[in-house]
């Protein structure tokens, strides 16, 4: 699955088409938590006038009017690098309702499935134990690494890490769905390796990024200063590891290449991918991880493979070992002892990303639960927090906007008669998935111990790599699901041409049933024509109604997609997403990166603002009423932004503009509404203001 499953999704399809960015750029466990008791956050209202700056002219910049108080009134949290008046919040609340069942389950688990939860919440909670373990989980992994005695044992070393579920860094294997036939299920590798967020730290020659680095490399020491190297040893070994990602960042392909699907996929035969890194014992390494037999596989990234070749062939041993070391470190530093933990928190959290503090350690714990056993305890979750009423009324919102894009595509003013009939073909393939699985994962394998984080964590990973791996020339599940039930997002696969949404957004402010319509369709109504265009967006549109890259577009077609597509990228190119600050110039969005998500946000608002009208119509509701003093287009605009309503650290902003591909919540307003005339009407603005300019840009 290509969109959100960490493990290919996140570096070789470049984050893909997820609603918004997950959070993982909240850093780390404290492992000293006495002070924040859990408590059950409040519902949010789904319409807040409140929220509103209601001096702000709406013509000149509608996300200050619509958000401008509920910015100034809500500070980030200590413990957020960004803090969104929808999103985080109802975050924060999904999650305090999954720890009620943790807890619960940790202290009194019903059945063996509740106390495997249970155990290993338990044992993440569980500090003291940590602490006695000390640095002896990463010593252990330290013993194997340094027996290595030449470069050709690296395939073996990273076999042997790879079952132990141990982080080894190097390049991300797995089996995902061919791009050219979706009912495939094949073999496929990419580049992976760095420790910073994204190739642009370390290649990129500018003061702030210098000055990154060298806090990284200092960063590194410290961590082997508290493994127990001299100072010395520890600069030589901080030294090696950041010379070896330095170059793998160089042969790294950019997250904006990488969204061209064309881009990455390159199929080879075994013998001649062996060919491109010879070096490595491909075949022994292909064998040791027991994925089964293949005789080709989708090289997402050639080009790096080579130079990891010339890397193997120039680097010494010693720098090798050291590398190992460091990302076995690393990826394990918050589930290790306090002294671990802060240093990797400095760094990770507060410089890179702004964050003031850690988040509280029950509120990480069960972060960490969803992830492992998310289809586990999300079926309690989902009995307590999803009504049926709520997937009735989602299996109609639907209907409706699937209609409403296809009355779009219809009126399209481009689009010659013949795509317009594929478009439709393909929408009609569309499938839903809405609230959970019918099926849930089974974890029954999964070794947990109550007193082990790290050994659960690492059975954790190898049982999710062993997952993908027997997938390897099987049927693909259709009703497989890559988000867990709680979580606060929707997203497309363009492979399974499914539009999926967890019970976790299914609710206020999105989705509310005692709101009037014009909120619903502006919240969770624009989220579903959100993920509906993205099948039409730069890169969804390369698929047919089968999951397949093939071209339905004509030729002209294809040519007037990609000048209305280009109009959209240089228009968010233009937007800031950090102002200038001392010496470090502003920061503006890379409207390619982010081209696929800002094609969904206009076309979201353009098909549930159709499929409005439509509801309102059949209902006989045409007479505008006016609700809180606005009319009905009016409270859809402002339901809308008001799910973007949000504020970022500088850090992070900065950080998001290089590795996101949504925009921030203030671009995904104004960029929005500026491009859809409905919003100027409905708001009575002079044609020229900057919401309702002369031209503007329009795909779908
Ligand atoms: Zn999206």
Not at 29 to 35: K, M, N
Request: charged share 25%; glycine share 8%.
């Amino acid at each position: 699955m290509k969109t959100n499953h960490l493990f290919l999704a996140a570096m070789i399809l470049a984050a893909g088409t997820a609603l918004a960015q997950s959070p993982a750029v909240s850093q780390g466990i404290a492992a000293q938590d006495t002070t924040s008791q859990p408590q059950e956050p409040p519902a949010i209202k789904s319409f807040d006038t409140s929220a509103m700056d209601l001096t702000a002219d709406p013509c000149t910049d509608f996300y200050q009017y619509a958000c401008g108080n509920w910015r100034k009134n809500n500070p980030i949290p200590s413990d957020q690098v960004r803090w969104a008046r929808s999103f985080s919040v109802l975050r924060e609340r999904n999650r305090y309702l999954l720890w009620k069942d943790l807890d619960a389950a940790a202290k009194n688990p019903a059945d063996a499935l509740e106390k495997q939860y249970g155990d290993f919440y338990a044992a993440c909670m569980d500090t003291a134990t940590v602490e006695k373990l000390g640095f002896a989980p990463v010593k252990a992994i330290w013993a194997q690494i340094d027996g290595l005695t030449d470069a050709s044992g690296l395939a073996a070393l990273l076999a042997e890490l790879s079952n132990e579920g141990t982080p080894d860094g190097f390049f991300r294997f797995g089996v995902e769905q061919d791009e050219k036939d979706s009912s495939q299920q094949i073999a496929q590798i990419g580049q992976g390796g760095i420790s910073l967020p994204d190739r642009d730290y370390y290649i990129v020659d500018s003061k702030r990024f210098q000055t990154i680095r060298t806090e990284y490399v200092e960063h590194i020491k410290k961590m082997f200063v508290l493994a127990g190297d001299t100072p010395d040893e520890a600069a030589k070994e901080a030294a090696a590891a950041m010379e070896i990602e330095t170059a793998m960042a160089n042969a790294e392909t950019s997250r904006t290449d990488l969204r061209n699907p064309e881009k990455r996929y390159h199929i080879y035969e075994v013998a001649d991918f062996d060919k491109l890194a010879p070096l490595f014992d491909w075949n022994g390494y292909f064998k040791q991880v027991g994925i089964g037999h293949f005789d080709t596989l989708n090289v997402a990234t050639p080009l790096y493979f080579s130079e990891l070749n010339k890397l193997i062939a120039s680097e010494p041993l010693s720098s090798w070992k050291s590398y190992l070391r460091w990302q076995s470190m690393h990826g394990l530093a918050q589930d290790l002892p306090q002294a671990f933990y802060d240093e990797n928190f400095a760094f990770f959290g507060r410089t890179l990303a702004g964050q003031q503090e850690p988040e509280a350690r029950w509120k990480q714990c069960t972060s960490m639960t969803d992830r492992a056993l998310g289809e586990a305890v999300g079926q309690e979750w989902v009995k307590e927090n999803f009504p049926p009423a709520a997937k009735s009324s989602m299996d109609q919102l639907v209907a409706e906007l699937e209609k409403a894009l296809g009355e779009d595509i219809g009126q399209l003013p481009w689009m010659s008669e013949e795509t317009k009939k594929a478009a439709e073909q393909k929408l009609a393939m569309y499938r839903n998935k809405i609230g959970y699985p019918e099926h849930w994962r089974d974890y029954s394998s999964i070794k947990v111990s109550r007193n082990d984080l790290i050994g659960n964590v690492q059975h954790s990973a190898t049982y999710e790599r062993n997952y993908r791996f027997a997938k390897l020339g099987k049927p693909v599940d259709e009703k497989e699901w890559g988000m867990t039930p709680p979580t606060v997002n929707a997203y497309y696969n363009p492979s399974f041409n499914d539009i999926n949404f967890p019970a976790g957004i299914l609710q206020p402010p999105f989705f509310d049933p005692n709101i009037d319509p014009a909120v619903n369709f502006g919240g969770i109504g624009v989220v579903i024509g959100h993920e509906m265009t993205h099948g039409f967006d730069d890169e969804g549109s390369k698929y047919d109604g089968n999951g397949n890259l093939h071209e339905w577009q004509t030729a002209d077609d294809r040519k007037a997609f990609t000048e209305r597509t280009e109009c959209v990228a240089d228009e968010y190119s233009g937007f800031e997403a950090a102002p200038a600050k001392g010496d470090t110039p502003a920061q503006h969005l890379n409207g390619h990166l982010t081209l696929g998500e800002n094609t969904a946000d206009n076309g979201g608002l353009r098909i549930a603002f159709m499929a409005l009208e439509d509801a309102l119509k059949q209902k006989g509701q045409i007479v505008d009423e006016k609700i809180d003093g606005f009319t009905e287009a009016q409270r859809y605009f402002i339901g809308f932004a008001q799910v973007w309503c949000e504020n970022s650290t500088d850090a992070s902003a900065r950080q998001s503009a290089l590795t996101d591909p949504h925009s921030p919540g203030r671009w995904r307003v104004n960029g929005s509404v500026q491009n859809f005339d409905e919003f100027g009407i409905a708001f009575a603005c002079k044609k020229g203001t900057p919401m309702y300019p002369v031209s503007s840009c329009r795909v779908w």
